[in-house]
């Protein structure tokens, strides 16, 4: 796996909400972990909605992306997709690094 | 950081706190307050606590959704503007939105710029103000009564809010609507108006929703209806309370569905269309007796107008004949005329039951017979007996010329049945049973007769 880090240009303005938004996300990430083993299509779904609405507002192009992504294939209950989209989306969070600019 | 917006109060509605927090932060850098809450029942309680000026909702929430709460607001306050917000917005949801009067309906991820743009366009701050000046330019008044009708078809106009304008006949319910949809975004397309009362039946379903060619004998082309010909702008639905009740329910379903099936197709057509409907007739009474239904009745009556009559604004009728007056001139290619003082007391203080129609017919026949720049008062006066309370229906004219008739019929034969009847080409007993619909006792024409005899 590459370290590479994601770097992620965010308006300062928003500097104080980012550490608490991105905890948030990576709770997300466990909770579609736990979904995708209990196969709860539904959950998925649902925070792959939320994940495409909020992280473009942020500016997180890539997490709306993956987001969009794991909402379609929870849709179409695509087991194998979605768990490689998960990972990836795990990997996202991990290299994410904050600019603000 | 903007120049603050003072006193601007915005509630967001979303079950997303960190959506919450980030437009939170972007609305207050604008100047505005906020308010934030995460269900459309919690929304609903601030509201009647709060003054608010504009909310922004998500669609899809856990209860109540952003397309419930949306209606709910507007039954209380048609005119509060409301932004939805929604990460799955399909082509249907933002037709219904905006039918029920959001201000705008946008996209998750929402771009920050475009999301102030429309907040910015919805409470008509800046440059958006400009354009309310222009609204109705062409309509004649100075009444306070007008003004405040106005005012509110202003605010509305550049919604996609369905809007239900009552009056009396003459009052000038489908120049308002034409006002409201030259003031709106969809004013470069079709402005379509229909008189639903005016045309039968069948001929006003083919009408509405088109027709496949042999759909019903005569049916010899297909024939676009008037939704897909408003597709894009405004369908005015002129004496909706005329409308059958079997069409009623297609209505229905075409305003719920927003898609039309012409007659005999099996396709559907998807249509977007404002309507603005119109009613000379007091359809709350008419719901209450069945006669319309009430589920369509509340779909139409988003935003009521009502129109006063020219009684309530005798103010306007001198600027109103003044206007018409130039009018005439124009077409005659003669000087203008005026009114004798005497003349112009008259009209002012004329009943006008066929309101401004009538009062342009009564100008008009004036300026035709006057051979002098004044109008004189004998002339307005005849001018007026010589009018109808307006247009009446085909029944009601009908009516009036049999009744006239039978009247006409007895007089000639003083009031004897069986000549009369004869002159008019039916049997006794049917001619007996005609002047019992209208009350007619021939007995009357032979006691006139009797007493001229005697005198």
Redesign the interface.
């Known amino acids: 796996m590459s370290d590479e880090k994601i770097v992620v240009k965010i308006d300062p303005d928003l500097e104080t909400l980012i550490p608490g938004f991105l905890n948030n996300r990576n709770k997300d990430l466990a909770t579609l972990r736990t979904a995708l083993e209990e196969k709860n299509f539904p959950s998925l779904q649902s925070i792959g909605h939320s994940l495409k609405g909020v992280g473009g507002g942020y500016g997180f192009a890539g997490m709306s992306e993956i987001g969009a992504a794991i909402e379609k294939a929870a849709k179409g209950q695509a087991l194998g997709e979605l768990k490689d989209l998960i990972e990836r989306y795990g990997k996202y969070l991990a290299a994410v690094e904050v600019v603000y600019e | 950081m903007n120049k603050p917006v003072e006193s601007i109060r915005i509630l967001v509605v979303d079950d997303?706190?960190?959506?919450l927090?980030?437009l939170d932060?972007w609305l207050k850098?604008e100047g505005f307050e906020v308010i934030t809450v995460t269900s459309a029942e919690e929304a609903l309680k601030k509201l009647m606590l709060a003054r608010i000026n504009l909310v922004i909702s998500d669609l899809i929430m856990q209860g109540m959704s952003g397309m419930q709460l949306l209606a709910e607001i507007h039954r209380e306050n048609p005119l509060l503007p409301v932004i939805m917000l929604s990460?799955?917005a399909t082509i249907p949801d933002a037709v219904q939105a905006t039918h029920l009067g959001s201000a705008a309906f946008l996209t998750?991820?929402?771009a920050r710029e475009d999301l102030i743009g429309h907040i910015k366009r919805a409470l008509r701050i800046g440059s958006y103000q400009t354009a309310k000046g222009q609204f109705g330019k062409n309509i004649i008044y100075k009444s306070k009564a007008m003004s405040e009708l106005l005012e509110l078809a202003k605010q509305v106009a550049d919604s996609d809010i369905t809007v239900f304008i009552t009056g009396a006949t003459g009052t000038g319910k489908e120049v308002i609507a034409r006002a409201i949809h030259d003031a709106s975004a969809r004013s470069q397309k079709s402005f379509v108006a229909i008189n639903c009362g005016a045309i039968p039946e069948q001929l006003l379903e083919s009408e509405l929703f088109g027709h496949e060619k042999g759909a019903f004998t005569g049916a010899n082309t297909r024939h676009e209806g008037l939704f897909q010909a408003a597709h894009g702008g405004t369908l005015f639905l002129d004496e909706i309370g005329d409308m059958p009740l079997s069409l009623q329910v297609k209505l229905l379903r075409v305003l719920q569905d927003l898609q039309v099936r012409p007659v005999g197709s099996t396709k559907t057509y998807p249509v977007d269309v404002r309507i603005i409907s119109a009613t000379h007739r007091d359809l709350d009474a008419a719901v209450e007796n069945g006669e319309f239904r009430e589920d369509l009745f509340y779909r139409l009556k988003v935003v009521p107008l009502a129109m006063p009559n020219l009684t309530e604004r005798r103010e306007d009728i001198p600027l109103l004949a003044a206007h018409f007056l130039r009018r005439y001139a124009g077409r005659n290619e003669k000087p203008v005329k005026h009114f004798a003082p005497a003349a112009m007391e008259y009209l002012m203080t004329a009943p006008w039951p066929g309101n401004i129609r009538q009062l342009n017919n009564v100008l008009d026949l004036c300026s035709t017979l006057c051979k002098t720049d004044t109008i004189p008062l004998s002339l307005v006066q005849k001018a007026m007996q010589d009018q109808p309370g307006g247009i009446q229906s085909l029944k009601d004219a009908k009516h009036r010329f049999e009744r006239n008739y039978l009247l006409g019929v007895l007089r000639m034969t003083s009031g004897h049945v069986a000549n009369a009847a004869r002159m008019a080409g039916r049997n006794r007993t049917e001619f007996y049973k005609l002047l019992n619909q209208h009350a007619i006792d021939p007995a009357e024409f032979r006691r006139v007769k009797a007493d001229e005899s005697e005198a």
């Open positions: 997303d706190n960190d959506i927090l980030l932060k850098q990460g799955q998750k991820p929402a």
